[in-house]
T-cell receptor, first 113, second 114 residues
Framework: NAGVTQTPKFQVLKTGQSMTLQCAQD?????MYWYRQDPGMGLRLIYY???????DKGEVPNGYNVSRLNKREFSLRLESAAPSQTSVYFC????????????FGPGTRLTVL | AQSVTQLGSHVSVSEGALVLLRCNYS??????LFWYVQYPNQGLQLLLK??????LVKGINGFEAEFKKSETSFHLTKPSAHMSDAAEYFC????????????FGTGTKLQVIP
């Protein structure tokens, strides 16, 4: 039981490059989330998927897209990376039967030059 | 809409002293409340959660928190700080009832002085 896994762990991009962050969970949770964490700003929700087949914008969606590939997988895509997207990205999952407790992955540290 | 306020972005305590990290929330319905801990270069892990059962909630590593509805607070305490408690702590709130998003506070970094 791996919980929530994320790949890659580290990434350096040049401005304008694209990339996809991958996330998978093996806990049969319905809901999945992408957050970014910046110093002094806590966790900010980028996109979420309340259930398979649905996705919605969070607090800071600009410059990102997501795909809920199946119940297990939720990917985050940066189409044209900008330095302002330098951050640590966390994927999480939850289930209503667990009081919406968020289970987090280990994070991806992204630097955009 | 729900929100969370953590008072103090940085807190310093001496080893062996009381740890008190403050969290106030707003929610239009009975809330679920959480405290998470993040050690350097790691993800967030759950310390404890309130889900409308007992108002005093005990978590891992000797931490506990008390839900006070009249004060809309959910402060985190530990009687005696240990060096290993140095980390960042996040309070979070979710509306109760089925699927709901979770809103996080901006975090409090705890420094433990030997």
């Amino acid at each position: 039981n791996a919980g929530v896994t994320q790949t890659p762990k580290f990434q350096v991009l040049k401005t304008g490059q694209s990339m996809t962050l991958q996330c998978a969970q093996d806990m049969n949770h319905n809901s999945m989330y992408w957050y970014r964490q910046d110093p002094g700003m806590g966790l900010r929700l980028i996109y979420y998927s309340a259930s398979e087949g649905t996705t919605d914008k969070g607090e800071v969606p600009n410059g990102y897209n997501v795909s809920r590939l199946n119940k297990r997988e939720f990917s985050l895509r940066l189409e044209s990376a900008a330095p302002s997207q330098t951050s640590v990205y966390f994927c999480a999952s939850s289930a209503p039967r667990l009081y919406n407790e968020q289970f987090f992955g280990p994070g991806t540290r992204l630097t955009v030059l | 809409a729900q929100s969370v306020t953590q008072l103090g972005s940085h807190v310093s305590v001496s080893e062996g002293a009381l740890v008190l990290l403050r969290c106030n929330y707003s929610s239009s319905v009975p809330p679920y409340l959480f405290w998470y801990v993040q050690y350097p270069n790691q993800g967030l892990q759950l310390l404890l959660k309130y889900t409308s059962a007992a108002t005093l909630v005990k978590g891992i590593n000797g931490f506990e928190a008390e839900f006070k509805k009249s004060e809309t607070s959910f402060h985190l305490t530990k009687p005696s700080a240990h060096m290993s408690d140095a980390a960042e702590y996040f309070c979070a709130v979710s509306d109760s009832g089925g699927y709901q998003k979770v809103t996080f506070g901006t975090g409090t970094k705890l420094q433990v002085i030997p």
